[in-house]
């Protein structure tokens, strides 16, 4: 087997690390019933299903049978891998309930749109601008998250910033390898982050941030 054989499986087996941020958000819906966590839950697992679908268009012998809706996978996987971001960051930022569903579902039809217009750029633009945008909202979480978990916020900002990297080098530089590599990086990052904000509520109510406790508090009657 080449080496570009084995790249081309890679692409599909690194897949598996999506189950991180899955396993992740599943156990916190399970122990705290926050819907939030369920909401991401799903959103990752279709993210996993489209890229997986996405990906088979490299191997023929599965491609085949659904060779018709390549173009349909490929807007699906571009349009939930940019929204995965996005939607990560606004619930690892831990906004409340109504602010967190009206932002995750004006981001979802705003990037359909510009990916149904196939404009890349301007779907990477809004994705990295509405991340940090969230990020700079919401820095007291993100000082705390350095504050109280250092070690878990260094290896959540060394993938991040792998994913970066790995993002713009599969354009012109073996995409099937550091494509790969772009997955388990993402994922990785995904699940890191969404476990700090798992460890950051569970903090004894007394220690815990003002914002979180009115996250909670709003949960239990939203939606």
């Known amino acids: 087997m080449s080496k570009n054989q084995i790249h081309l499986y890679w692409l599909l087996t690194s897949h598996i690390f999506g189950l991180f941020p899955v396993v992740v958000t599943y156990l916190e819906f399970k122990r705290h019933r926050h819907y939030q966590s369920l909401y991401m ?54 906004l409340k309930t109504e602010i967190f569903y009206s932002y995750a579902y004006f981001i979802n039809i705003l990037l359909l749109i510009v990916k149904i217009l196939n404009d890349s750029y301007i779907s990477v633009f809004i994705t990295l601008f509405s991340t940090l945008f969230i990020c700079l909202v919401r820095y007291k979480i993100l000082i705390k998250f350095l504050c109280i978990f250092p070690k878990q916020s260094a290896l959540t900002l060394i993938f991040i910033s792998l994913s970066i990297a790995c993002f713009f080098i599969d354009i012109s530089i073996n995409y099937e390898l550091w494509h790969s590599i772009w997955h388990f990086c993402i994922f990785m990052s995904a699940g890191c982050a969404c476990r700090l904000r798992t460890l950051l509520y569970e903090i004894p109510d007394n220690n815990r941030i003002t914002e979180m406790s009115v996250y909670s508090r709003t949960t239990s009657t939203s939606i």
């Open 41 to 94: 839950f799903f959103n990752y697992l279709s993210n996993i299903l489209f890229s997986i679908l996405y990906h088979t268009r490299y191997y023929s012998e599965i491609n085949e049978p659904i060779q018709s809706t390549n173009d349909m996978w490929i807007l699906l996987d571009h349009w939930s891998s940019a929204n995965s971001i996005v939607l990560t960051s606004i619930y690892v930022m831990s």
